[in-house]
Structure formats: structure tokens, C-alpha cells
């Protein structure tokens, strides 16, 4: 086995699944892409760097459990590397941002399965997410995946 972390930012929605009051679907696209963290007097700047159009797709359903707290299962498609299964680690959370019309949450999901790539991976992906009135959905991701 190896190791093997990453980190991408991946764009797209969330809306209602319908006749459900308590489901929604995700969808969101990330481009292969460099994360920058510079550290300096100033303060931190950051920046998303696109790199080419090969793209990661994430699919989800999420199930809302109570005020503010939801468990979430779905799939994330690596381009043609492969793709892994997932589903939430414990319970994700959901609340105010501070900022009018923005949610912001935090999710942790264990790797279940995989192909590709991706085939055997286990791990674990931790997501920050901010989630608009409108459904518009910023989710960065972690992942810290163990492959063969």
C-alpha cells in the first residue's frame, strides 16, 4: 500500500431531491488544479491554480438527520484515474456562516470502495463547504487515501 493526499476544490449544486423534505443531491466539478497557502507579513494568501481540463466528479445524496446535522453517501470520479464510493464518518454539520445567504459545513467521509486507481483504496476525505440560498455549492476537499 501507499499513501497518497491531495486536495482539490470542486464547484457545482445542491438542491432537494423531489417529494423528499429531508433529501438533497450534489453535484460538483473540479479541474486538475495547484492549491497555494503563502504565508507572509501581510497575512495568508491563497490561491486555485486550474491546470488542465481533465476534471474530478462528485455525486451525492445527502439526508438530513436534525437541526443542522445531516449523513451523506456517494461517489467521486478521479478523470480517468478511477473513482471511490463513499460515506459520512458520524454526522456532517450545517449552519451560518456569518455571511448573508451562505451555510458553511464540514463533513468527513470513509472511503468504502473503489476502482481504477482506486481499487482497494481506503481513507478518509474531509470537506469544508459553503452552500448559497441559491444552491451553489464550494467544497474543498482533502483526501488521504491508502492504494495499492
Given at each position: 500500500m501507499k499513501q497518497l493526499t491531495f486536495a482539490l476544490q470542486f464547484k457545482g449544486n445542491g438542491a432537494p431531491v423531489p417529494g423528499s423534505d429531508n433529501r438533497l443531491r450534489a453535484?460538483?466539478?473540479?479541474?486538475?488544479?495547484?492549491?497555494?497557502?503563502?504565508?507572509?507579513?501581510?497575512?495568508?494568501?491563497?490561491?486555485?491554480?486550474?491546470?488542465?481540463r481533465t476534471?474530478?466528479?462528485?455525486?451525492?445524496?445527502?439526508?438530513?438527520?436534525g437541526q443542522g446535522t445531516f449523513i451523506e453517501s456517494g461517489s467521486i470520479a478521479y478523470g480517468t484515474a478511477g473513482q471511490v464510493a463513499f460515506k459520512t464518518v458520524g454526522q456532517g454539520i450545517i449552519g451560518p456562516s456569518g455571511m448573508d445567504d451562505l451555510q458553511r459545513g464540514a463533513v468527513i467521509w470513509e472511503v468504502t470502495a473503489g476502482d481504477g486507481q482506486f481499487a482497494g483504496a481506503t481513507g478518509l476525505i474531509t470537506s469544508n463547504f459553503t452552500l448559497t440560498?441559491?444552491?451553489?455549492?464550494?467544497?474543498?476537499?482533502f483526501a488521504q487515501l491508502f492504494v495499492k
Open positions: 453535484k460538483t466539478i473540479a479541474s486538475s488544479q495547484a492549491l497555494k497557502a503563502v504565508l507572509g507579513a501581510t497575512g495568508v494568501q491563497a490561491t486555485v491554480e486550474p491546470m488542465d476534471t474530478a466528479v462528485f455525486e451525492s445524496e445527502v439526508q438530513i438527520t440560498g441559491k444552491g451553489e455549492v464550494v467544497d474543498n476537499q
